[in-house]
């Protein structure tokens, strides 16, 4: 009986570390893109991406929610329209919901040749410089 018990119990520490938390992050994709969002900067791995279908791994390093949100624009990066305290999102070709702290999310998303500002649009965060100007060629 004890072994059996034994063997039920363990079976149980088995699968319950089999399954992980939520705060465990599957490896990124090869030739992903990183992006860090963090206070107040938008860190992105590579600004300068071939067009086309891109992997993005999103993670929220900082200590505060943060989103990604992506514009395309030819306005320069710290020059885009504001309205109560958001960035416009004129140009919006993609983006995150909010992360909390430390959760990241992939972004898939396809990239046409030109501009892009790459912002965080949480309340008053583009003003204080979340933003980061990617040139997709």
């Not at 791994?57 to 309205?83: C, F, M, S, W, Y």
């Not at 992939?106 to 912002?119: A, E, K």
């Amino acid at each position: 009986m004890r072994a059996r018990l034994l063997l039920i119990v363990s079976a149980v520490a088995l699968v319950s570390s089999a399954c992980g938390s939520a705060a465990a992050q599957p490896p990124a994709p090869s030739g992903a893109i990183n992006v860090e969002l963090t206070e107040w900067r938008v860190i992105v791995s590579n600004v300068a991406p071939q067009a086309g279908p891109l992997t993005l791994v999103v993670k929220n390093t900082g200590a505060v929610a943060h989103d990604l949100t992506i514009l395309k624009t030819d306005l320069p990066a710290d020059r885009i329209p504001q309205e109560a305290g958001k960035a416009r999102e004129d140009g919006r070709v993609a983006g995150t919901a909010s992360l909390n702290p430390g959760q990241s999310t992939p972004l898939m998303v396809t990239l046409q040749p030109g501009s892009y500002v790459f912002i965080c649009n949480e309340q008053g965060h583009y003003a204080l410089g979340m933003h980061t100007a990617v040139t997709v060629g």
